[in-house]
C-alpha cells in the first residue's frame, strides 16, 4: 500500500473573528496560541522545501478567517507563486475558508491545485458549534471549488459531542460531493474552548475511518488533526481501518510528532510512500 503524506503551513494564524467551538484561532476564545497576519514568504518557501525533504507530496497553505477576501487572495496567490518556484513538484493545496468560483480559479492560477474546505460536523449539528457562519455556505464552498477545477478536500472533525446519527449524517454529506480527499481529524481538547474536553476512544476513531473508507473506496482518506492523542503509539492501526494518508509535522495550532519519526515508522512497517497524489 502507498502512504500519502502531506504538511501544513499555517501563513496566518489566530486572526479569525469567527467563533467556531473547535479552534483556537478563532479571537473569541483567547487560546494561547501565535498570532500573526501574515507569514513571511521566504519562511513559507522554507517550510515548503523541508515538507518535500520528509517525503510529503502536498503542502498546504492555511489562513485563519471566515473566507478570501482581495488581501488574503493576493497573499496566497504570491505564496503558492513562490512555493511553485522553487518547489515546483509539490502539490499545493489552499485553505482559505469560504470563497467563489472566481477566486478559486484564480488560486488554481496561481499554482494551487487543491482546495481543502472542510465541512466539519453534519448539518444538524453545526448550530451547536458556529453561530457566525451557515454550514450551507461551507457545502457551497466545496461545490464551487470542483467547479473552479480544483481537487477537492473535504472532511470534518468527529469528537465534539456530535451523535452517531450525526457521524453518519456527516459522512453521507461527505459523500455526496465526491472528494478526492477526505481529511479525518478528531477533535483536540483545550481548556480555552467550549466544547467538553474529552478525547475520543481510539475504537470508534477507528470505526469511522473505516465507514469512511466504505464509503469512499476511491478517495485518499487522511488521519490529520489528533492523530498522535488519539492513537499516541498504536497510530499505524489506522491504515488496517483504511486510512492511506497522514498530515506529517506540526498542525495549526498543535505540535506534530517529527516527521522523521513517522517515516521510520512507516519504512519499518513496509509502506510506501506515494511520489505523487495520483500515484
Not at 510529503?56 to 489562513?63: E, N, P, Q, R, S
Not at 499545493?92 to 468560483?101: D, E
Not at 482546495?115 to 453561530?131: F, G, M, R, T, V
Request: proline residues 4%; hydrophobic residues 40%; aromatic residues 8%.
Amino acid at each position: 500500500m502507498k502512504v500519502y503524506l502531506c504538511a501544513i503551513s499555517n501563513i496566518s494564524s489566530g486572526v479569525c473573528a469567527e467563533d467556531c467551538a473547535f479552534c483556537t484561532q478563532s479571537t473569541k476564545y483567547k487560546a494561547d496560541i501565535p498570532r500573526y497576519k501574515y507569514k513571511d514568504i521566504d519562511l513559507i518557501v522554507q517550510e515548503a522545501k523541508k515538507a518535500k525533504a520528509s517525503k510529503a507530496i502536498g503542502f498546504c497553505l492555511v489562513t485563519a478567517g471566515k473566507g478570501i477576501d482581495d488581501k488574503i487572495l493576493e497573499f496566497v496567490c504570491e505564496a503558492a507563486h513562490a512555493v511553485k518556484k522553487t518547489v515546483p513538484d509539490i502539490s499545493l493545496i489552499g485553505c482559505n475558508g469560504t470563497a467563489t468560483v472566481e477566486q478559486l480559479r484564480e488560486l488554481k492560477s496561481a499554482g494551487i491545485d487543491n482546495y481543502n474546505h472542510n465541512l466539519e460536523s453534519a448539518k444538524s449539528y453545526y448550530d451547536k458549534i458556529c453561530s457566525t457562519h451557515s454550514w450551507d455556505e461551507r457545502y457551497q464552498t466545496c461545490l464551487n471549488a470542483k467547479e473552479a477545477g480544483l481537487n477537492l478536500c473535504t472532511g470534518g472533525i468527529f469528537g465534539m459531542g456530535e451523535s452517531q446519527a450525526q457521524i453518519d449524517e456527516l459522512m453521507e454529506q461527505i459523500v455526496s460531493l465526491q472528494p478526492m480527499s477526505v481529511p479525518v481529524n478528531f477533535f483536540h481538547p483545550n481548556p480555552a474552548l467550549p466544547l467538553p474536553q474529552k478525547i475520543i476512544e481510539k475504537q470508534k476513531a477507528l470505526e469511522i475511518i473505516k465507514k469512511v473508507r466504505a464509503k469512499l473506496p476511491e478517495a485518499m482518506v487522511m488521519v490529520a488533526g489528533g492523530r498522535e492523542l488519539v492513537f499516541q503509539d498504536s497510530w499505524p492501526t489506522i491504515f488496517e481501518a483504511g486510512a492511506n494518508a497522514i498530515v506529517i509535522g506540526d498542525y495549526l495550532t498543535t505540535k506534530g510528532e517529527r516527521p522523521d519519526k513517522d517515516l521510520q515508522v512507516l519504512q519499518s512497517l513496509g509502506y510506501d510512500i506515494a511520489t505523487s497524489c495520483h500515484a
